[in-house]
């Protein structure tokens, strides 16, 4: 099992690598190839995902190491989805090296299957964390793209009209998905602490941070498309509501204490 | 008249608002709330004036003090003013209804249904707890003022534990860690510590210090005393001090006997809190609690009318009243505790959940205009 998991670690490193020559080498066949890998390392991540599964009896969602897993797959599939979009070389490095990041430390957790303790075995959890991660999915490549949109806004950038304008796409459509996706894992959340404990919000940390993110974006949102704005201020208002999700997914567990610690 | 209201509802002041909001969040994890006041003035003796204005500012407890709770308000009053407006100014239009416009109807509602449902749970809403033994028929649960009547009888036939170590779970493991996990009586984790000797730790306004951590727990007959019979996990023990004001109590705790604990000291002195042993080994032998559950059986005038097993995540519902599997009483297997809930508002809040997704799909997929106009001042601009 440990394996496939290897593989698909491989795999990324070799997407990151395929992406920096496509960086010094702009060749189309370049991007293809690397496109091409990020599709494999998927596809081996999801086999390790679904073997895992099999081998605990529940959804591998529910410790730091797994989540950490998954993070790197939503990052992944949120990407293949936009990549028609965003044919960027410095979009693509930045998120393979991203990944590689997020599996790297994956590392530094143990790898071991736990047993759950009562109130995590729930289908609501697997819902709620699958949900939670592809919005957090969305926000990475948002996050990206308004880093890469900021960079591309310097005056001496000789980056084209058109790839700002795909980068602003990509970042508010992405944004849109993750919104979207992080609603439905906060509320499938309300509604499994409901069934466990009686109460669909408690104004835990996590659950608390969660919203203040919800927030950020919602304000992203709103002022995107309805006050019109574009360019720099929505980027940096992504790159904002990307920090609040860091905090949302690490600060809280090493910060902060409470109902979530344990994952 | 109109241009206050104008203003109160413009998206500008919505969003200040929503940041607001945002920021009092914030604040409300990193500032001690509630009982955590407490436990931050046993350590920072000298904050006492600090935290009184804190508390004064209603800082200290912030997501049920009046100005966030005005807040709320204030949120709900003006997207219910600029829901209303912008969807009529829809129902005028001569191109028609959009399916964007039902997308962020639904959207906005669904808010105002979700925060409907908050206000009527801290109205109506009751939350209590049952402490139930083998047996027992009860009409009345415990609330925070006294007690609550339920209008039907709740008896509970049947209680079990099971532990992990069942042979379905042989593929857990492969090293070992261990905690110490403090729950309150309603079962719910309030603290882990470490399970290290003379680790110690505050909870409130007790404090906990581990004082003997024996792998191989037994009672030597010969002289009454406990020593390890080997140095393997066998039977992992751990002895705890536990010192609330002013008295000292010691407890053992046993990881393969969660319910099991030698007090030595019985009755009132008992501390308001269960500590869990919790060690995961590579034996096999999973020690902890797997999963606990109550039968119970509803009736009405002496007559069955429901019967179901609850655990956690698996309450029981009737009438208005749910049934959570909540704890134990680790002395004693035969008692089971509840939490009884009754929240009319859950229906709201769910409807308003999914009132919210099916509007945030419609807006964002059904009808989209994400990639029209991504330059310069959108044709949904209203400023
Ligand atoms: C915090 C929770 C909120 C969420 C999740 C939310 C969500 C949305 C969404 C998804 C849209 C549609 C964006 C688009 O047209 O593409 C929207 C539009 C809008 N929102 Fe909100 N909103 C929230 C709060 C508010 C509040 C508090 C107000 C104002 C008082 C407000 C005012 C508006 C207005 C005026 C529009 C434009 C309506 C339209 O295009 O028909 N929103 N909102």
């Given at each position: 099992m440990i394996t496939a998991f290897n593989i698909s670690f491989a795999l990324c490193l070799v997407a990151l690598i395929v992406a920096f020559v496509g960086l010094l080498n702009k060749r189309e066949i370049v991007g293809r190839i690397g496109f091409g890998v990020n599709i494999l390392a998927v596809a081996a991540l999801t086999v390790y995902i679904v073997m895992r599964w099999m081998a605990a009896g529940r959804a591998p969602f529910s410790n730091m190491f797994e989540s950490l897993v998954l993070f790197a797959w939503t990052i992944l599939v949120v990407y293949i989805f936009v990549y028609k979009k965003l044919k960027l070389p410095i979009v693509t490095a930045a998120l393979s090296l991203m990944v590689v990041l997020t599996l790297a430390y994956a590392t530094?957790?143990?790898a071991d299957i736990r047993p759950l303790v009562?109130?995590?075995?729930?289908n609501w959890l697997t819902v709620h964390v699958f949900t939670c991660f592809l919005g957090y999915g969305g926000f990475a490549v948002s996050f990206i793209a308004a880093i890469s949109y900021v960079i591309a806004s310097r005056e001496n950038s000789k980056a084209a009209y058109e790839t700002k304008d795909s980068l602003e796409v990509v970042m508010a459509k992405t944004v849109a998905f993750g919104f979207l996706f992080l609603t439905v894992g906060i509320m499938t959340g309300a509604v499994w602490a409901n069934s466990a404990?009686?109460?669909?919000?408690?104004?835990d940390p996590k659950e608390t941070w969660s919203l203040v993110t919800w927030l950020v974006y919602a304000g992203f949102l709103h002022c995107r498309f309805i006050k019109g704005w574009r360019g720099q201020k929505s980027a940096w208002m992504s790159i904002l509501g990307f920090i609040s999700v860091l905090f949302t997914y690490f600060g809280v567990n090493f910060l902060l204490k409470g109902l979530h610690s344990y994952l | 008249m109109s241009g206050l209201i104008n203003f109160l509802t413009s998206l500008k002041l919505t969003l200040t608002v929503l940041l607001v909001i945002a920021v009092a969040c914030i604040a409300g994890t990193v500032l001690p709330q509630g009982a955590d006041v407490l436990k931050y003035l046993e350590a920072n003796p000298g904050a006492q004036s600090q935290m009184d204005l804190l508390g004064f500012l209603g800082l200290t407890n912030i997501f049920y003090c009046w100005w966030f709770i005005f807040l709320l308000c204030f949120l709900s009053l003006s997207l219910s003013i600029c829901t209303f407006r912008r969807f009529r100014g829809a129902l005028r239009r001569k191109s028609g209804l959009r399916w964007k416009d039902l997308g962020s109807l639904f959207s906005h509602i669904s808010l105002l249904l979700i925060l409907a449902g908050c206000v009527a749970r801290s109205i109506w809403g009751l939350n209590g707890y049952l402490p139930l033994r083998e047996g027992e028929t009860k009409t009345k649960f415990q609330v925070e003022t006294g007690f609550a009547e339920l209008p039907f009888e709740i008896h509970l036939e049947d209680f079990e534990i099971e532990f992990y170590g069942?042979?379905?779970?042989?593929?857990?493991?492969d090293s070992l860690s261990e905690k110490v996990v403090v729950l309150n009586h309603d079962g719910q984790v309030v603290a882990e510590m470490s399970s290290?000797?003379?680790a110690g730790q505050a909870v409130g306004p007790v404090q906990l210090k581990v004082l003997k951590r024996i792998p191989d727990f037994v009672v030597d007959t010969a002289t009454g005393g406990v020593v390890s019979r080997s140095e393997e996990m066998h039977n992992p023990a751990l002895q705890l001090e536990i010192v609330e004001g002013g008295t000292t109590n010691t407890q053992w705790l046993f990881a393969l006997y969660p319910g099991f604990n030698m007090h030595n000291k019985e009755g009132a002195?008992?501390?308001?809190l269960d500590f869990r042993y919790e060690v995961y080994v590579h034996s096999g032998s999973e020690p902890g609690v797997k999963d606990y559950k109550s039968t119970l059986v509803v009736k009405e005038d002496g007559v069955e009318v429901k019967k179901k097993t609850i655990e956690v995540n698996r309450p029981l519902s009737y009438k208005g009243y749910t049934f959570y599997q909540s704890g134990f009483n680790p002395d004693d297997h035969k008692w089971t505790s509840l939490q009884v809930v009754k929240d009319p508002g859950v229906p709201l809040v769910y409807a308003g959940f999914l009132m919210m997704i099916i509007g945030l799909a419609m807006v964002f997929y059904v009808d989209p205009n994400l990639s029209v106009d991504s330059h310069g001042g959108g044709k949904n601009s209203i400023e």
């Open positions: 530094t957790f143990g009562p109130a995590l075995q729930s404990w009686g109460t669909y919000w408690s104004w | 069942s042979d379905e779970d042989e593929h857990v493991q290290e000797l003379d002195d008992r501390p308001h």
